[in-house]
C-alpha cells in the first residue's frame, strides 16, 4: 500500500518569514496529493490539492509542487501570519472514475508563527 | 457546516463496553472513511466504503467494526477488542471519480476510562 513521510514534523517561523513541508510518497500510481490544515481540536480542511498531471500550482500564498519521478511534493507558505499556526498534513491517494478518494496521509507538521 | 456531521462530539466509556460512533452525510457522496488520530499523529484509515452496502479494512481495522445500510449514514462501532480505542475519529465522504475532494467531520474525541 501507500506509505507518505512527512518533513519537519515541527516549524517555527518568523511572521513575514516562507514555510516550506515536504513528503515523499511510495506508490507510483498515486494520482491525487491534497494538503489539510487542522487547527486544534477541528476537523482539517482542504487548503489546496495537485493533479498528477500538475507540476505546481499556487492560491495566493500557498504553492504546491509535485515531482512524479522523484515522489516527492511539498508545501510553500510565503509571508507567514499568525493565522496560519496550525498542523498541516499532506496526503496522497489513487483515484479512479469508479473509486471514492482513499486518503494516506503523512505524520503532519506543526508550523508556528512567531510574531 | 461542511454537510457530513459526527454526533457526539465527546464521548466517555468504560473499559470493555462497545461504543457506537455516528457519522451522517447529505452530499449525496457514494464513498465514506473512519480515519483515527492520536495526539501528535497523522490520519490512520480505520474502514471505508466506496457503496451501500459494501466496505473494506483499512490499514487499522482491528477491533473495531462498520456497516453501511444507506448511502448517507457510516456508524463505526469500537469493540472491546480494540486494545487502545482513547482517540480522536474522524469520519469523511467524497465523491466516486477521479482526483475528488475528500471532506471530513468534526469529529468524536472518545475517552475510555
Known amino acids: 500500500g501507500e506509505n507518505v513521510e512527512q518533513h519537519p514534523s515541527t516549524l517555527s517561523v518568523q511572521e513575514g518569514d516562507s514555510a516550506v513541508i515536504k513528503c515523499t510518497y511510495s506508490?507510483?500510481?498515486?494520482?491525487?496529493f491534497p494538503w489539510y490544515k487542522q487547527e486544534l481540536g477541528k476537523r482539517p480542511q482542504l487548503i489546496i490539492d495537485i493533479r498528477s498531471n500538475v507540476g505546481e500550482k499556487k492560491d495566493q500564498r500557498i504553492a504546491v509542487t509535485l515531482n512524479k519521478t522523484a515522489k516527492h511534493f511539498s508545501l510553500h507558505i510565503t509571508e507567514t501570519q499568525p493565522e496560519d499556526s496550525a498542523v498541516y498534513f499532506c496526503a496522497a491517494s489513487r483515484t479512479s472514475k469508479a473509486a471514492g478518494n482513499k486518503l494516506t496521509f503523512g505524520g503532519g507538521t506543526r508550523v508556528l508563527v512567531k510574531p | 457546516d461542511g454537510g457530513i456531521t459526527q454526533s457526539p462530539k465527546y464521548l466517555f466509556r468504560k473499559e470493555g463496553q462497545n461504543v457506537t460512533l455516528s457519522c451522517e452525510q447529505n452530499l449525496n457522496h457514494d464513498a465514506m472513511y473512519w480515519y483515527r488520530q492520536d495526539p501528535g499523529q497523522g490520519l490512520r484509515l480505520i474502514y471505508y466504503s466506496q457503496i451501500v452496502n459494501d466496505f473494506q479494512k483499512g490499514d487499522i481495522a482491528e477491533g473495531y467494526s462498520v456497516s453501511r445500510e444507506k448511502k448517507e449514514s457510516f456508524p463505526l462501532t469500537v469493540t472491546s477488542a480494540q486494545k487502545n480505542p482513547t482517540a480522536f475519529y474522524l469520519c469523511a465522504s467524497s465523491p466516486r471519480g477521479l482526483n475528488t475532494e475528500a471532506f471530513f467531520g468534526q469529529g468524536t474525541r472518545l475517552t475510555v476510562v
Open positions: 506508490d507510483s500510481a498515486s494520482n491525487y
